[in-house]
């Protein structure tokens, strides 16, 4: 019986019992004259149309399987004839490219290539027959500290692949080189952020961190801006931050928790921050804040871009120029880079060089290039692109200070997270600064302006010497030096002339305007501060939650030196801890705060700017028409 399209009575699919409606082409088997869809036969619609225009005879799966008993025409449901499936036998997941497929030559299943270890078999074989298949070293040895103890420095005299080849000519010079790049390395150790000290006048503190979505994390800054206030430089990779610039300059952003545009991310005490989109499709973006401290105006900030091809996804580059850093004569070249994970490394390090090609014209101005590169250097001896990464920098001068981990969980330790300068002399130190912002830590290096300076070098404070915590003060206003007025005035001094030795006059004289000095102007002793106490709390801070987040931080930290399951949980659960009691004290305080000025609008809105950020982050700056 050909196939037809029929008014029948019969508008069910015997193979699946669902309706079929009435403008979907409806097939009839030749043999068992039964309804089908053409979907449960794996035909597609064309197919059936095709069928049944043509009056060709159809014999459905079902009555082929009857008389083929090798069921060599059953294909599963709504698959189509071409379509390719198999299970693997490992991960239980599907493959569907026969290029993508092994046999494990133990249990002769088939597998993912990412499921077959050659010799060994799939995975699941693995797991069967080798004892701890899946335990790491630092595991079997029950010694946590090995997963993070393994540092990056190839510039060490006894490194082996250094000991490959003839003795080099200049034998001396080329070791005192190494030498100060891998003390250097050497001396990079974690650092709490509390401990991390403001540079002095001829010093610049770069901080770089992937910071994972700045719209995320600005409150969080804001909240620790005292504790930030101490860098001369923030460099975020990894912003998130989407953004296009309106015909009056301004920027909007394309996020909604950044309604406001650029006041919704500007931080105290830092100039409006040099943004850049972001390239890829997920993730990306950068952005740079530069202190007030290092530069007076934003002319003296230059933005360049060395780039030949801003339009290739493989790599993400940001160059600013500081002239006149702290009033020295000098111009530092800072750069904020990203490397997505998704994109391959030879295709950045193609492009990374072309960039350092282009800024050979610098190669005499202090350089400092650090972001996220996704680049593990602790596997440097074993990956030819990481290998060829460190090769490009040293061609264009550039050696990495950073030698421990960035990201560091209790299963894995990876260096990820790069610095790298062309100017040893003026490189002071490196660090690793441990904050719980994001899955990354974050990195501190410290430069020198002007080694001739009296203040490149911070000397310890005598032990004896008078410091701002121990010393005490006196208050100068107008009502003071009023009152010390009228105590003089009503002052009779006849006390003095009872006296006749010129001596004894003097003492009197001199006790009787001490007493008064003291009167209007009273020592104050300067309130010792409390050991987690900050400089500006926020007033919904309260002690004991300040104690909580000090307790929180010196938990992640130790969590990063020993990362044990144990440690990193202990550290998320005060984390969840102070995150949900900070937010409990602000909502608090913000509603006795509108309460008790209910019927002051003026205090109201201070609270609301204070909020949303919109008062004390304002621009400073005043611009002056012409006349």
Not at 592 to 602: I, L, V, W
Request: proline share 4%; net charge positive.
């Amino acid at each position: 019986m050909p196939a037809r399209i029929t008014k029948h009575s019969q508008t069910k699919c015997i193979k699946c019992n669902k309706r079929i409606p009435k403008y979907r082409p409806k097939l009839y088997c030749s043999i068992c004259d039964e309804i089908k869809h053409f979907s449960c036969q794996g035909l597609s619609k064309t197919d059936a149309e095709y069928l049944i225009n043509n009056k060709i005879s159809w014999t459905c799966t079902d009555c082929i399987t009857e008389i083929l008993p090798i069921n060599a025409c059953r294909r599963p449901k709504g698959s189509s004839p071409a379509t390719f499936k198999v299970q693997c036998s490992s991960c239980k997941g599907y493959c569907y490219s026969q290029t993508n497929i092994r046999t494990c030559n133990h249990c002769d299943n088939t597998v993912h290539a990412k499921c077959f270890k050659n010799e060994l078999g799939c995975i699941a074989c693995c797991e069967a027959m080798i004892p701890g298949y899946h335990v790491n070293l630092y595991e079997l040895y029950d010694d946590f500290a090995r997963l993070n103890n393994e540092t990056f420095n190839p510039y060490v005299r006894e490194h082996y692949t250094n000991m490959i080849g003839d003795a080099i000519s200049n034998e001396e010079h080329h070791n005192s080189m190494w030498n100060e790049v891998s003390e250097l390395l050497i001396n990079c150790k974690y650092k709490q952020q509390k401990h991390v000290k403001c540079s002095t006048p001829a010093q610049l503190n770069i901080f770089s961190h992937n910071v994972r979505s700045l719209a995320k994390n600005i409150s969080k800054l804001r909240d620790d801006i005292d504790l930030y206030n101490k860098y001369d430089v923030l460099a975020f990779n990894e912003t998130n931050l989407r953004f296009e610039k309106l015909p009056n300059g301004s920027i909007k952003f394309k996020s909604e928790k950044l309604p406001n545009g650029m006041s919704d991310i500007l931080l105290e005490n830092f100039h409006e921050p040099i943004l850049q989109n972001p390239i890829s499709c997920k993730g990306g973006g950068l952005a740079i804040y530069i202190n007030k401290r290092v530069v007076e105006l934003e002319s003296q900030i230059e933005i360049f871009d060395p780039n030949p091809d801003p339009d290739n996804v493989n790599g993400e580059f940001q160059f600013v120029k500081l002239h006149n850093c702290k009033g020295f004569n000098k111009t530092k070249v800072i750069a904020n880079i990203y490397r997505s994970p998704s994109r391959k490394a030879d295709a950045f390090n193609l492009l990374l060089d072309s960039v350092l090609y282009k800024i050979n014209r610098h190669s005499k101005k202090h350089t400092v290039m650090a972001g996220d590169f996704n680049m593990d250097l602790l596997k440097h001896d074993s990956t030819s692109d990481f290998q060829d990464l460190t090769n490009i920098m040293s061609n264009h001068g550039f050696v990495q200070i950073i030698s421990r981990p960035t990201r560091v969980t209790d299963t894995s330790a990876t260096l990820i997270d790069h610095v790298y300068t062309n100017n040893l002399d003026y490189t002071l130190s490196s660090s690793i600064i441990t904050l719980d912002l994001s899955d990354h830590l974050g990195t501190l290096t410290k430069i020198c302006l002007d080694k001739n300076s009296s203040t490149t070098k911070i000397t310890p404070p005598h032990p004896l010497a008078v410091t701002a915590e121990n010393c005490s003060t006196r208050i100068f206003n107008d009502a003071n030096d009023e009152k010390f007025r009228s105590l003089i005035n009503e002052e009779c001094w006849e006390s003095i002339d009872k006296n006749t030795d010129a001596n004894a006059q003097f003492n009197e004289f001199l006790t009787i305007y001490t007493g008064h000095y003291n009167n209007a102007y009273p020592l104050k002793a300067k309130r010792s501060r409390r050991k987690n106490e900050r400089h500006n709390s926020k007033p919904w801070i309260l002690p004991w939650l300040e104690d909580a987040i000090a307790r929180k931080d010196d938990l992640f930290h130790f969590s990063v030196k020993f990362p044990t399951s144990e440690n990193v949980e202990a550290h998320k659960k005060m984390k969840k801890f102070c995150e949900k009691h900070v937010n409990i004290a602000k909502e608090q305080y913000t509603k006795k705060y509108f309460k008790q000025y209910g019927d002051n609008s003026k205090k109201q809105w201070q609270m609301i700017n204070n909020l949303l950020g919109r008062k004390i982050y304002r621009n400073e700056q005043l611009r002056v028409k012409s006349a």
